[in-house]
């Protein structure tokens, strides 16, 4: 079956500008996550939904992050006023099951994000 | 609060040798999961195993092994008999509760023909 894409696959923006990244998960998976990978900081966490809990934000690293999830299934994540350092590979990953039993997330090809 | 360590940043071995990645974890939950993800050169994470924090039984997939030891919070992938194709960055992972994957800093392995 198909799974998780992502869109774009490559974006390239103007500092200050903002940005928006989608993420179709495959399809009946219930929760979603977001990650980035950059040289220095590795892979991180950002945000996870789970079904219509209010999402788990705590690894999103400034006010300027944001993320919704329409419908259950597809998820934006916008990027305001980007900066430099934004510079990265946004990863959206998706699992099946119900929260509580952390089964495998399976990731995207990513979103290769560069700020000028 | 969770951490992985992969102390090897980088492994290099000639085709048909044997190679072992070491993970080692911290976590202060009894329940947690472990993961091993593959990234090859293409840039997908690609998932491999997933073991809950009860089960320490060693699995075997193919020329894939995983050594699950809770004495030594460590959960090490042996590749027997590499081969060209399994040149990939491989990143280790835990999960408690809380479901986000923390990872380690990934090993990148490059088998040698």
């Known amino acids: 079956g198909a799974g998780v894409s992502q869109s774009p696959s490559n974006k390239v923006t103007e500092k200050g500008k903002d940005v928006e990244l989608r993420c179709d998960p495959i399809?009946?998976?219930?929760?979603l996550y977001w990650y980035r990978q950059s040289l220095g900081q590795g892979l991180e966490f950002l945000i996870y939904f789970q079904g219509n809990s209010a999402p788990d934000k705590s690894g999103l690293p400034s006010d300027r992050f944001s993320a919704e999830r329409t419908g259950g299934s597809v998820s934006t994540l916008t990027i305001q006023r980007t900066q430099q350092e934004d510079s990265a590979v946004y990863l959206c990953a998706s699992r099946q099951g119900l929260a509580g039993v952390s089964y495998e997330q399976y990731f995207g090809p990513g979103t290769r994000l560069t700020v000028t | 609060a969770q951490k992985v360590t992969q102390a090897q940043t980088e492994i290099s071995v000639v085709e048909k040798e044997d190679v072992t990645l070491d993970c080692v974890y911290e976590?202060?939950?009894?329940?947690?999961?472990l993961f091993w993800y593959k990234q090859p050169p293409s840039g997908e994470l690609v998932f491999l195993i997933r073991r809950n924090s009860f089960d320490e039984q060693n699995e075997i997939s193919g020329r894939y092994s995983w050594n699950f030891q809770k004495s030594t919070s460590s959960f090490n992938f042996t590749i027997t008999a590499s081969q060209v194709v399994d040149s990939a960055v491989f990143f280790c992972a835990l999960s408690e509760l809380n479901e986000k994957l923390t990872f380690g800093t990934g090993t990148r392995l490059t088998i040698i023909p």
């Open positions: 976590t202060r939950d009894t329940t947690y999961y």
């Open positions: 399809s009946g998976h219930t929760a």
